[in-house]
């Protein structure tokens, strides 16, 4: 790495800061806010990056606990972005491990402005809220993309916690619809021929999707729950409600997912009698996938130390990072935060983000993200490969 003799001073730069990144993760783990009401988690580390001579900017995009920290070294260089994620899910708190790696968004872009005074360009950190699928208007990266927050920047770091250190993971594409039927109401032993019965058409709607996933192709996931089918078993119910998750490995082919969707409730539809209406929730999730250049980088850095770590793989998990990797070249890595067994979304994971190994995890992820910037910084070599790659496997789907 030509940036190894930056290395020492950026580990030291954040083992300085260790105890403060700790203390203020922990106080995030211990008050867990939902998205778009992050005001704890948001005041914290804007107050930190401010503190640290950034110029902060609170509220953007119209999202209360959305931020912009920008620290500019007076000399012309690449724009380097950390993205940072805060929220936590109901009841189990931070099972997601949020509360870890926004701090090592707001530690890696702290140590790599000082060093940037030397090697020029400018250090963004982006706060990002409401990550999780469980609010109104979550996936807030989708939204800042939209509004142009990395139209100008050169490469973007984020990361996330796990049992095991993954340095390229590819995520699929995802969002949820909403299916609502509405038929009419009788008596359903007084004149049942009268009425349109708008949870027969939900069931159908749903049994329509079942009978092509044969034409699915592996990839695809689609989930289905009722959401309202009726008050009272004696009457014909006129309203259904169905949500679906529907999951594949592109937007492209979430596409098609969708359209097959339209036409089983449309033929669902059209068999009852029914009358219906389709909503895609505001912000879907584009696939995910790491710049394998800077993710070459970062299996450099973690080999130095001597950190065990797996290349790729790949989950149906999604995650609307994807969108930013539409837009420049952006690694997203997995770091090992407890046992190689704990699941997301679970209170074990809760814990482990809580844990020792979890804030040993917080800091490696900065380390890490701060190396692979350090190094796109010094050689342009690699800044010229990673662009590279994104133009030819990114930039054409846009």
Same mark, same amino acid.
């Given at each position: 790495?030509?940036?190894? +003799? &930056?290395?020492?001073?950026? %580990?030291?730069?954040? !083992?300085?800061?260790?105890? =403060?990144?700790?203390?203020?993760?922990?106080?995030?783990?211990?008050?867990?806010?939902?998205?778009?009401?992050?005001? %704890?988690?948001? +005041?914290?580390?804007?107050?930190?990056?401010?503190?640290? $001579?950034?110029? *902060?900017?609170?509220?953007?995009?119209?999202?209360? %606990?959305?931020?912009?920290?920008?620290?500019?070294?007076?000399?012309?260089?690449? *724009?380097?972005?950390?993205?940072?994620e805060y929220d936590a899910l109901p009841k189990i708190g931070? =099972?997601?491990?949020?509360?870890?790696?926004?701090?090592?968004?707001?530690?890696a872009g702290i140590v790599l402005s000082h060093l940037q005074q030397e090697l020029g360009g400018e250090v963004r950190v982006i706060g990002s809220p409401a990550e999780e699928g469980t609010v109104p208007n979550y996936g807030a990266k989708v939204v800042l993309v939209e509004q142009g927050y990395f139209d100008d920047v050169d490469c973007v770091f984020t990361a996330h916690g796990e049992g095991e250190t993954v340095i390229e993971r590819n995520l699929v594409a995802a969002t949820t619809v909403k299916i609502r039927f509405k038929g009419y109401a009788v008596h359903a032993g007084g004149d049942p021929v009268q009425g349109r019965n708008a949870l027969t058409a939900g069931m159908l709607c749903i049994n329509n999707m079942n009978a092509i996933r044969q034409q699915h192709m592996p990839c695809d996931v689609v989930n289905s729950i009722v959401t309202e089918g009726g008050l009272i078993s004696n009457t014909i119910p006129d309203h259904c409600g169905l949500e679906f998750s529907v999951r594949s490995d592109t937007s492209k082919n979430l596409d098609r997912v969708?359209? #097959?969707?339209?036409?089983?409730?449309?033929?669902?539809?059209?068999? %009852?009698?029914?009358?219906?209406?389709?909503?895609?929730?505001? #912000?879907?999730?584009?696939?995910?996938?790491?710049?394998?250049?800077?993710?070459?980088?970062?299996? !450099?850095?973690?080999?130095?130390? $001597?950190?065990?770590?797996?290349?790729?793989?790949s989950r149906n998990f999604a995650w609307d990072v994807g969108d930013i990797t &539409?837009?420049?070249?952006?690694?997203?890595? &997995?770091?090992?935060i407890g046992s190689t067994d704990?699941?997301?979304?679970?209170?074990?994971?809760?814990?482990?983000?809580?844990?020792e190994t979890g804030f040993e995890g917080m800091m490696m992820a900065a380390k890490g993200m701060a190396a692979v910037a350090l190094e796109y910084l010094v050689n342009p070599q690699l800044r010229e490969n990673a662009w590279k790659e994104y133009e030819e496997t990114r930039k054409p789907f846009r």
């Amino acid at each position: 790495m030509l940036a190894e +003799k &930056y290395i020492k001073e950026m %580990t030291h730069g954040l !083992e300085e800061r260790r105890e =403060a990144l700790t203390e203020m993760s922990r106080t995030i783990w211990e008050n867990p806010e939902l998205g778009h009401r992050e005001y %704890t988690a948001s +005041k914290l580390l804007t107050d930190m990056l401010a503190e640290n $001579g950034f110029d *902060v900017s609170r509220g953007i995009c119209g999202m209360d %606990t959305a931020f912009q920290a920008v620290k500019k070294s007076g000399k012309e260089g690449p *724009v380097i972005a950390f993205v940072a994620e805060y929220d936590a899910l109901p009841k189990i708190g931070h =099972a997601c491990g949020h509360n870890l790696f926004c701090c090592s968004a707001v530690g890696a872009g702290i140590v790599l402005s000082h060093l940037q005074q030397e090697l020029g360009g400018e250090v963004r950190v982006i706060g990002s809220p409401a990550e999780e699928g469980t609010v109104p208007n979550y996936g807030a990266k989708v939204v800042l993309v939209e509004q142009g927050y990395f139209d100008d920047v050169d490469c973007v770091f984020t990361a996330h916690g796990e049992g095991e250190t993954v340095i390229e993971r590819n995520l699929v594409a995802a969002t949820t619809v909403k299916i609502r039927f509405k038929g009419y109401a009788v008596h359903a032993g007084g004149d049942p021929v009268q009425g349109r019965n708008a949870l027969t058409a939900g069931m159908l709607c749903i049994n329509n999707m079942n009978a092509i996933r044969q034409q699915h192709m592996p990839c695809d996931v689609v989930n289905s729950i009722v959401t309202e089918g009726g008050l009272i078993s004696n009457t014909i119910p006129d309203h259904c409600g169905l949500e679906f998750s529907v999951r594949s490995d592109t937007s492209k082919n979430l596409d098609r997912v969708l359209q #097959n969707l339209e036409n089983s409730a449309k033929a669902a539809a059209l068999v %009852t009698g029914c009358e219906y209406e389709t909503e895609v929730v505001k #912000n879907p999730m584009r696939d995910t996938k790491s710049n394998h250049a800077l993710g070459t980088v970062m299996a !450099e850095y973690l080999d130095s130390i $001597g950190a065990p770590y797996k290349a790729a793989d790949s989950r149906n998990f999604a995650w609307d990072v994807g969108d930013i990797t &539409y837009v420049c070249p952006t690694l997203g890595s &997995y770091f090992k935060i407890g046992s190689t067994d704990i699941v997301c979304h679970t209170e074990p994971f809760c814990e482990a983000a809580g844990s020792e190994t979890g804030f040993e995890g917080m800091m490696m992820a900065a380390k890490g993200m701060a190396a692979v910037a350090l190094e796109y910084l010094v050689n342009p070599q690699l800044r010229e490969n990673a662009w590279k790659e994104y133009e030819e496997t990114r930039k054409p789907f846009r």
